[in-house]
């Protein structure tokens, strides 16, 4: 029962016929010689910690971060789906872009949250998972399986590749998210490992080459905005894996794109706040009155 | 394998705003205070790369003070943790480095009290995970994520074995290893000893009564 690809995943869940989510909790037993009760209750406590986390960024007042930056975009988004506005991209994708926003603001503000994989894109599965849910009637087990799921994939990139914008860009870290999340979402909506897989190479296509560039290096802009997106991305991802659309390149070789465009990265453009929109004229005021003076 | 664990992909619990300038950097606080053994009197911090140029906006150092005092990556009292550190009579001091550093997010700790004093290198890597590079000049690499024996002992043959064999005894399985010295001929050495299962008291003693070995401390 062990994996260190996609394809090795894949191929494993494929031929014992389970689920991707069972292939994890089954590795996690092993490995760490746990019961499968003991495992699952850890990770239905990570699904309670998320909920609070929408559910607090969506309904308290003035939540806002300590530097003023973020913080009551959830809620707007919210208001503007109850007031059934346009809605141009559909009321489940707004749905998931407001639970997305909402537990990265709660992040910004110091709130409590579960890093997946990293505090900087900790929205987007959240966000997804609990939409998902809603959509799909689907029950607490499913969407702590869903979370077996992500963790699998992500556990292949964090493996194969990396996850934080420090090492390779805003692609390693809301684009892993994003890609995880598909894959999750997919067997949700009962999809089968190969289709996890097709949505998670489907989402980190579309983020391949993202630089992270955050304003005065903390995680809020475009930090925040990006888990919005990463949310809408990967249950678009998830559908056209769902419709049978298949990515052309193998999702293991779009991991090792990733990973090579990281590494090619300048250091500028990997959370050290000194290239992209955190030099922009905006960015570096803001720096400026964040820190009194530039922190270069 | 860098990650093990589900969890070390979908965690830790943590309070924002960044796994690696916040939860990770808690984690090397805590891993510091457990490798002292006690609480401190005085800790000086030094700063390198990204955790130099962007602590106060990610709470940097909060959350190492919060580590140092005990706190998990989920305890709400992180945000209050240089007060708390003050009120406990724990001094902290901050350094801001310009000296470059082999990885962005590195932390130097100096923690002193009247018995003695530890000096701890820490990286953090990204989504909480922290790794110790190094303790009192000894290179190392230490990821907290597995129960760890250190040992000091003196830099003769047979002393690995002999843990190694009190280790077998008691069917504690060794997931990795690695032995550190600073240079041949400085008599002492440092061992240290990753395990799959959590290691006893009783276990504990037995190693520390072994010939040639000076010091246990246990990482779990």
Not at chain 1, 58 to 66: A, G, I, T, Y
Not at chain 1, 224 to 239: E, L, Q, S, T, W
Not at chain 2, 55 to 84: C, M, N, P, W
Request: hydrophobic share 40%.
């Amino acid at each position: 029962m062990d994996f260190r690809t996609i394809a090795e995943l894949v191929e494993l869940a494929e031929s014992k016929e389970i689920p991707i989510s069972e292939a994890m909790i089954q590795k996690e037993m092993k490995i760490f010689d746990r019961s499968r009760e003991e495992i699952i209750a850890q990770m239905a406590g990570h699904l309670d910690v998320m909920e609070k986390a929408i559910e607090r960024g969506l309904n308290e007042e003035d939540l806002r971060s300590p530097s003023g930056l973020s913080g009551g975009d959830a809620q707007k988004i919210r208001a503007y789906i109850n007031e059934g506005g346009p809605l141009l991209s559909g009321a489940d994708v707004l749905d998931t872009v407001s639970r997305s926003m909402s537990v990265s603001e709660v992040n910004a503000a110091m709130g409590t949250i579960i890093a997946t994989p990293t505090a900087g894109a900790c929205g987007i599965l959240p966000g997804c998972i609990f939409t998902a849910a809603e959509r799909l009637k689907a029950d607490r087990e499913a969407m702590v399986r869903a979370l077996f799921v992500s963790g699998a994939m992500g556990y292949c990139i964090a493996n194969n590749a990396f996850i934080s914008g420090a090492t390779g860009g805003c692609q390693a870290e809301v684009g892993s998210a994003t890609a995880m999340t598909a894959a999750a979402v997919v067997e949700m909506a009962g999809g089968t490992p190969a289709q996890s897989a097709q949505a998670l190479a489907i989402a980190l296509k579309n983020m391949l080459g993202l630089v992270c560039d955050p304003v005065a290096g903390l995680v809020e802009a475009p930090c925040v905005k990006r888990n919005a997106m990463g949310g809408a991305i990967a249950m678009v991802a998830a559908d056209m894996a769902m419709a049978g659309v298949e990515s052309v390149i193998p999702p293991d070789e779009v991991v090792g794109a990733m990973f090579r465009i990281g590494r090619d990265m300048p250091t500028s453009l990997k959370e050290t706040a000194l290239g992209g929109l955190a030099a922009t004229p905006t960015g570096k005021r803001i720096e400026k009155d964040i820190y009194g003076e530039s922190v270069e | 394998m860098k990650y093990r664990s589900v969890f070390d992909i979908i965690g830790p619990v943590m309070i924002g705003p960044s796994s690696s300038h916040t939860a990770g950097a808690a984690r090397i606080g805590s891993a510091a205070r457990s490798l002292f053994g006690r609480k401190p009197q005085r800790v000086t911090i030094t700063l390198y790369g990204s955790f130099a140029k962007t602590y106060k906006g990610h709470g940097t150092d909060i959350a190492i003070a919060g580590g140092l005092l005990g706190f998990d990556t989920s305890d709400e009292r992180i945000v209050q943790s240089l007060e708390i550190a003050r009120e406990e009579g724990v001094e902290i001091t901050f350094i801001e480095s310009e000296e470059k550093s082999d990885h962005p997010n590195t932390a130097r700790l100096l923690l002193e009290d009247e018995e003695g004093r530890a000096e701890v290198v820490g990286i953090s890597i990204g989504g909480g995970k922290m790794e110790i590079v190094e303790l009192n000049g000894f290179e190392l690499r230490l990821s907290g994520s597995a129960p760890a024996l250190l040992i000091m002992h003196h830099d003769r043959y047979g002393a690995i074995a002999k843990v190694a064999t009190v280790l077998a005894e008691n069917k504690i399985n060794v997931g990795y290893m690695q032995v550190s010295r600073k240079e041949r001929g400085s008599h002492q050495a440092l061992m240290i000893i990753e395990t799959d299962q959590s290691v006893g008291e009783k276990v504990q003693r037995e190693i520390e009564h072994l010939e040639d070995i000076t010091s246990l401390t246990v990482l779990s």
